[in-house]
């Protein structure tokens, strides 16, 4: 079966062939045919990649789309713990009874003392220290 070449007319402005011939000339094509002809070949291959890109936009998305529900889950989880401590700490203030008034003083001094090697701890485990 032989393959024969389309011919198709068309009608351009004098001033716009001038223009697109030296165009064409310019960018090294053998003629104004074989410029618009790979000017339309262009042009269909941006739409078939339109479809390609459009494919990973939508991908994108849903990937996004589940890097937030992950991101959500985690949000709650982390406002689960914290109702968790919070509740944890209303009972033991609940059921713990206040130390006598005599005792305040000795407790604070106790409560800094234990609170400042918490601090060096903590300190020295961010640091990466051995034996934090």
Known sequence: MSRK????????????????????????????????????????????????????????????????????????????NVSQVHYLAQAFFTCVPQPPPEAVDAAIDQAKIRHARWQEAVAADVEGKPGA
């Open 5 to 80: 070449s389309a011919f198709y007319t068309v009608r351009i402005d004098p001033e716009e062939r001038a223009l697109l011939e030296k165009v064409a000339a310019r960018a090294g094509y053998r003629s104004l045919s074989a410029f618009l002809l790979a000017a339309a070949r262009e042009k269909a291959q941006l739409i078939e990649n339109d479809d390609v890109l459009s494919a990973m936009e939508e991908r994108m998305a849903a990937t996004f789309g589940r890097v937030m529900q992950m991101i959500q889950t985690v949000n709650d989880g982390v406002q689960v």
